[in-house]
């Protein structure tokens, strides 16, 4: 089998996962023709890339994916607001920017669809992305609860 076939076989798989985890149409949008997808040394995909910046890649313990990034900003124009977005205070927007966890007692607003475990947008009021990372709470929950982390940031934009 060519390599263009495995690559298509992983492009088309990687884009069924998105689909999966959020929502149908998230793969495309997300994982566009074009998309590298690197393997493991074992065979299996890890991460998914466009150009030279890294889209996602993929948990070995649950198979989701965690996002860079760059596939958290085309992840956002595709999905309408409030899918997957967690809406903070812009007083601690520039902490959040750099990389800091979100406080439940900052957050405003959240998909209430959110689940613990989920990989999240972290956003201003105006929906501009600040920050990428996996709720610790559900959507719910971030904005009952005033103490605790909300939202374990992996990368600050």
Known sequence: ??????????????????????????????FP???????????????IALGKERL????????????????????????????YRVVVTDEVAAF?????NTFAKHVI???PAIRAGDEVLVVTGEDDLLATGSAVLSGGEMLIFNYGVAVKVRQGR
């Open 56 to 83: 996602a890649t993929i948990r070995a313990q649950d198979g989701r994916f965690t996002l860079g990034i760059a596939g958290a900003l085309r992840l956002m124009h595709a999905l309408t607001a409030p899918a």
């Open 33 to 47: 023709e074009g998309c590298e997808v690197v393997l493991s040394r074992t065979g299996r995909i890890r991460q």
């Open 96 to 100: 959040i920017r750099e990389g800091k």
């Open 109 to 111: 607003a959240a998909d």
């Open 1 to 30: 089998m060519s390599t263009s076939c495995l690559q298509d076989s992983a492009l088309a798989r990687v884009q069924v996962i998105a689909d999966f985890q959020f929502g149908r149409g998230a793969g495309e949008a997300l």
